[in-house]
């Protein structure tokens, strides 16, 4: 069963950047069988596609955030990571990871970023 | 990238059965067959309770089914359950190589 772990700060300063780390076991980055995503859900609100990146290397954002938004991947350490530059409080959120195969999903817990002086 | 058109809210009484829907466009619902939908309940991830209009994944009960008519998917709950009470959500792919969520709808077994 693949697990999804999100870590990092859960406070970031207006204008500052946003970063994230999601930890994979169970299943690798690098499979052909998922592609890995993030999603946000601020609070008492829906949730909101991020972006995405296949193991082909391709990667996808979401039109309204692409300017700040950046996900990679390290293969070594089997993570993938968000990046959402010159954050306001509109990005206060719950910010899941997943990985998709073609008949399951998997996602993390989430993660409360608030941003805030 | 638009959000994806749900009810705010659907109820229903033990046993019935609802239908939530999920209004897109010709370039998301409309064009794509990857229609997936969520059930989230508070405090939690959302899980995906059905995938490409109509599928299940592994150990979701076949009390819930999906369909698509047009630019217009559903989500069938039958024989509601009190454990049914949560948040759904739809979510399409889209021509931009992403997915795209509607606003989410709240069932309340009454």
């Known amino acids: 069963q693949v697990q999804l772990q999100e870590s990092g700060p859960g406070l970031v300063k207006p204008s500052e950047t946003l970063s994230l780390t999601c930890s994979v076991s169970?299943?690798?980055?690098?499979?052909?069988?998922?592609?890995w995503s993030w999603i946000r859900q601020p609070p008492g609100k829906g949730l909101e596609y991020i972006g995405n990146f296949y193991y082909s290397g391709s990667t996808n954002y979401n039109p309204s955030l692409k300017s700040r938004v950046t996900i990679s991947v390290d293969t070594s350490k089997n993570q993938f990571s968000l990046r959402l530059t010159s954050v306001t409080a509109a990005d206060t959120a719950v910010y899941y990871c997943?990985?998709?195969?073609?008949?399951?999903?998997?996602w993390g817990q989430g993660a409360l970023v608030t941003v805030s002086s | 990238q638009s959000v994806l058109t749900q009810p705010a809210s659907v109820s229903g009484s033990p046993g019935q059965s609802i239908t939530i829907s999920c209004t897109g466009t010709?370039?998301?619902?409309?064009?794509?067959?990857?229609i997936s939908w969520y059930q989230q309940h508070p405090g939690k991830a959302p899980k995906l309770i059905i995938y490409d209009v109509g599928s299940r994944p592994s150990g979701v009960s076949n009390r819930f089914s999906g369909s698509k008519s047009g630019n217009t998917a559903s989500l069938t709950i039958s024989g509601l359950q009190a454990e049914d009470e949560a948040d759904y959500y739809c979510?399409?792919?889209?021509?931009?190589?992403?997915?795209?969520f509607g606003g989410g709808t709240k069932l309340t077994v009454l």
């Open positions: 169970g299943g690798s980055v690098s499979s052909g069988n998922y592609f």
């Open positions: 979510s399409s792919f889209t021509g931009s190589t992403t997915w795209v």
């Open positions: 010709r370039s998301d619902v409309g064009f794509y067959n990857y």
């Open positions: 997943a990985g998709t195969g073609d008949d399951a999903e998997y």
